[in-house]
């Protein structure tokens, strides 16, 4: 069969920050060593998307349009959804090829599969989960797939959703065939966020009460080896250039031991790569630190989350104001930009615990001025995913009850305190300007 594989609109505008799809990819060179023919699009690329959408149907003629939809909304606080351009999409790929089956697919899709399904009756299968050992199997017998894991589909007008099965082992990964999507299209389209990803782990073990990772990528962190993954970064440099990456993984320094085997290997091959990654504060040392920034890391991003203990607790975090003390001040110790990200107005907020964030903002940047590699404090509200314990607290606080739609962007964000993230951005921004313009109060 031939196949056409859609990047949809993920991302609110043009100006937004982009990054390479490796997803599809992924599952273009899964469905290419299956025997089909791929073509793929990136609509978050072209001036015009639907244009751009609608010439690419033309031209090739697909006998299946598989549509990824990886944000239902650009998150940040923001009320703006991608929902909409998703629906948009997947009506004109059935008026353009009505004869075309779709299916529906990718992050987003995955946490409201039922319901974008029965949205949307152009999409004649949908796959929760992880795709490279279903999506191949359904084409293979497209009108009786079977009990494929995590296939939806429709039968007797209702929407019928198999239980996903988290069973890809790396055993089975293929370096995705980036000439499927040339990397230099992406070369230099961003100002902060590396645009190509790395992925070297599946699965999350944490509880966050707000996350939905361990939902779609279970609890059990599937590693790759760390030897292939650097020959997949040298693979990249040799072939294409490419020097700036992300790693993908949800942490990227758990499970201990498998992100420094990666780094020795990176020194070893004397490769001249930067890298990031989100990262665990309660299991760092000088040492690791030291040998990050010496195999590249460019940004240590921390998620803790909670400003003061309380928070952390109700967060479900399971650490301590007092590890995120200490990774401030490990990694202040290096020429590394730093970035925290917090959540404002979590449930219990009330004036101690706001004080106690000014505190910890104050200790932050005491800690980081003197190298002024504190990059950002980023502050969100909580946005309420389905399943989440957050989302039965909003319901027990009456913050949400049984008419809200979760599909489109809810935040937690009690009345009381709903403007505490504004106060909190301009206290943090005063002493991040006057950090790095060297002004002293």
């Known amino acids: 069969m031939k196949i056409l594989l859609v990047q949809t609109p993920s991302v609110e505008s043009k100006t937004s920050e982009r990054v390479y799809p490796i997803g599809i990819v992924t599952l273009g060179t899964h469905l290419i060593r299956a025997g089909h023919q791929v073509v793929l699009l990136d ?49 004109l790929v059935h008026v353009v090829l009505p004869n075309a089956s779709i299916v529906a697919g990718g992050t987003g899709f995955s946490l409201f599969p039922r319901r974008i399904m029965e949205e949307l009756p152009e999409i004649r299968y949908g796959i929760k989960g992880e795709a490279e050992y279903s999506f191949p199997k359904l084409l293979k017998d497209f009108e009786q797939p079977g009990e494929l894991a995590g296939l939806c589909y429709r039968k007797n007008g209702q ?12 055993e089975d990964y293929l370096v995705p065939d980036r000439d499927l999507l040339p990397p230099d299209l ?30 779609l990528q279970g609890k059990i962190m599937r590693c790759r080896k760390p030897a292939e993954v650097v020959d997949e970064m040298e693979m990249l440099q040799a072939r294409y250039g490419l020097r700036d990456f ?3 993984d949800p942490v990227v320094n758990l499970p201990v031991g498998h992100l420094e085997e990666i780094c020795e290997e990176i020194l070893r091959r004397k490769l001249q790569v930067t890298w ?9 040392d000088l040492e690791k630190v030291k040998l990050y920034e010496k195999s590249g890391c460019s940004c240590f991003s921390f998620s803790p989350d909670g400003f003061c203990q309380a928070s952390l607790e109700v967060l479900r975090k399971n650490l301590k104001v007092s590890d995120i003390i200490k990774a401030a001040e490990l990694t202040a110790q290096t020429g590394v930009i730093v970035i925290y990200h917090f959540m404002t107005n979590v449930p ?7 004080e106690q964030a000014k505190s910890l903002i104050d200790q932050l940047y005491e800690i980081h001025t003197p190298k002024r ?40 964000n009690p009345k009381k305190h709903e403007t505490l993230r504004y106060a909190l951005e301009t206290y943090h921004m005063t002493k991040n300007v006057f950090m790095w313009q060297k002004v002293e109060v």
Do not use: W
């Open 186 to 215: 992406y070369r230099d389209i961003n100002d902060y966020v590396p645009a190509f990803g790395l992925e070297t782990k599946r699965g999350c073990p944490l509880n966050c009460a707000y996350c939905v990772y361990p939902g």
């Open 159 to 170: 929407v019928m959703i198999n239980p996903a099965v988290l069973d890809f082992t790396f």
């Open 43 to 91: 609509m978050n690329l072209e001036a015009d998307a639907y244009g751009a959408l609608k010439d690419k149907l033309l031209t090739e003629q697909p006998d299946a349009v598989g549509l990824s939809l990886r944000n239902i909304d650009p998150l940040a606080n923001k009320t703006s959804s991608l929902i909409p351009p998703f629906a948009i999409t997947t009506r």
């Open 373 to 412: 590699n504190l990059g950002a404090i980023v502050l969100n509200n909580i946005r309420i995913m389905p399943g989440t314990p957050i989302e039965a607290i909003a319901r027990s606080d009456g913050e949400i009850d049984a008419d809200t739609d979760l599909l489109y962007p809810v935040y937690y």
């Open 276 to 284: 990031t990654g989100f990262f665990r504060e309660n299991v760092l």
């Open 348 to 354: 219990g907020e009330n004036t101690g615990t706001i």
């Open 246 to 248: 992300h790693f993908n």
